[in-house]
């Protein structure tokens, strides 16, 4: 058997059972399905409600909470550090040496003024804001 969640035009929901999907699609097409409430024909198939795996390890209860979405970003902000060079407040210096070959080209970060970044970016020199928590300043490991 199976139990499909079926809804008619006017939004009434029912669960109907049938002995397959072709059974179900046969007597909609014959209009044998009808709304328990209000009797229409016009039945259409709802998709299916996720069925939950009580059983085993996996159905281990892990919302994704406002706790793992900042560890996620932590560890993506953490990562930005790991590959970029802190030139500390040399930043624009920096970044325009690079885009100049001056400097040997690498990903760098830094601190900067709102006015030296938008004149980089005038300049055609690629910057990204990033907000760093206070907890990422440490020294890495
Ligand atoms: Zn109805």
Redesign the pocket.
């Known amino acids: 058997m199976k139990v499909l969640d079926l809804q ?5 929901r029912f669960e109907g059972w049938f002995a397959s999907a072709e059974d179900f699609e046969s007597q909609l097409s014959r209009k044998l399905v009808e ?1 328990p ?4 024909t016009e039945v259409s198939r709802l998709p299916s409600a996720p069925r939950l795996n009580l059983s085993g390890a996996t159905a281990a209860p892990a919302p994704a909470g406002a706790g793992e979405l900042q560890a996620r970003v932590m560890h993506a902000l953490r990562e930005v550090l790991e590959k970029t060079e802190n030139v500390g407040d040399r930043f624009a210096e920096e970044a325009r040496r690079i885009h100049y070959n001056e400097a040997p080209a690498r990903n760098i970060r830094g601190v900067t003024t709102a006015e030296d970044a938008k004149a980089l970016v005038e300049e055609g020199i690629e910057v990204m804001p990033l907000p760093i928590p206070a907890v990422l300043k440490e020294p890495l490991q």
Do not use: M, T
């Open positions: 008619c035009p006017h939004g009434h709304c409430i209000c009797s229409a």
